[in-house]
């Protein structure tokens, strides 16, 4: 198993621009949630799934948009970068019971300038 | 509502001494608690977690943690630290009520183990 994998591991980019994080899991695990880690302020949900084709906000998800088309791929849309988007991003899966732990991919560091 | 307090923002701890990690959290039914770990530049790694049970959980690398109910804490534990235990620890909540899909978590405390 490859865990959760998440892509690319770096990006910079410039004011107004967009892009895409890459999230996957291949544990079909029917929950997926994007968080981004501040310095000072902990993890903060930006959105999540429960399901294909079912997704939803979470606490900071302005200037985000996601979309679940299948269970393995969770992607994460910037729409026009700013640079307080400047963060690193990580992607995690679990499954559906409560009690279960989530897992997590490695991260994406971003800077926008 | 689920959320979840780590109060102190750095622990800092002797090599060979015992460490606690602080951790309330507050829920409307019962909760399911979790301690993760974080190295740089790394992803979290789940540690341990309270389902029901016994109130005293052991998880990986000597990691433990009490659950307590009258006090709603989770305090993370460990008899003696290693340097290699230098980390961000982040604790989480998780309502067995009100539909939470996803675990809360703490703002994370930065574990300094000193030689």
């Known amino acids: 198993n490859a865990g959760v994998t998440q892509t690319p591991k770096f990006q910079v980019l410039k004011t107004g621009q967009s892009m895409t994080l890459q999230c996957a899991q291949d544990m079909n695990h029917e929950y997926m949630s994007w968080y981004r880690q501040d310095p000072g302020m902990g993890l903060r949900l930006i959105h999540y799934s429960v399901g294909a084709g079912i997704t939803d906000q979470g606490e900071v998800p302005n200037g985000y948009n996601v979309s679940r088309s299948t269970t393995e791929d969770f992607p994460l849309r910037l729409l026009s970068a700013a640079p307080s988007q400047t963060s690193v991003y990580f992607c995690?899966?679990?499954?559906?019971?409560?009690?279960?732990?989530?897992?997590f991919g490695p991260g994406t560091r971003l800077t926008v300038l | 509502a689920q959320s979840v307090a780590q109060p102190e923002d750095q622990v800092n701890v002797a090599e060979g001494n015992p460490l606690t990690v602080k951790c309330t959290y507050s829920?409307?039914?019962?909760?399911?608690l979790f301690w993760y770990v974080q190295y740089p530049n790394r992803g979290l790694q789940f540690l341990l977690k309270?389902?029901?049970?016994?109130?005293l959980v052991k998880g990986s690398y000597g990691f433990e943690a009490e659950f307590n109910k009258s006090q709603t804490s989770f305090h993370l534990k460990k008899p003696s630290a290693l340097v290699s235990d230098s980390a961000l620890y982040f604790c989480?909540?998780?309502?067995?009520?009100?539909?939470?899909?996803?675990?809360?978590f703490g703002r994370g405390t930065s574990l300094i183990v000193h030689p």
């Open positions: 829920v409307s039914g019962n909760p399911y």
């Open positions: 989480a909540v998780r309502d067995n009520l009100g539909g939470s899909y996803i675990p809360t």
């Open positions: 309270y389902i029901t049970g016994d109130n």
């Open positions: 995690a899966s679990s499954y559906s019971n409560p009690n279960n732990e989530q897992f």
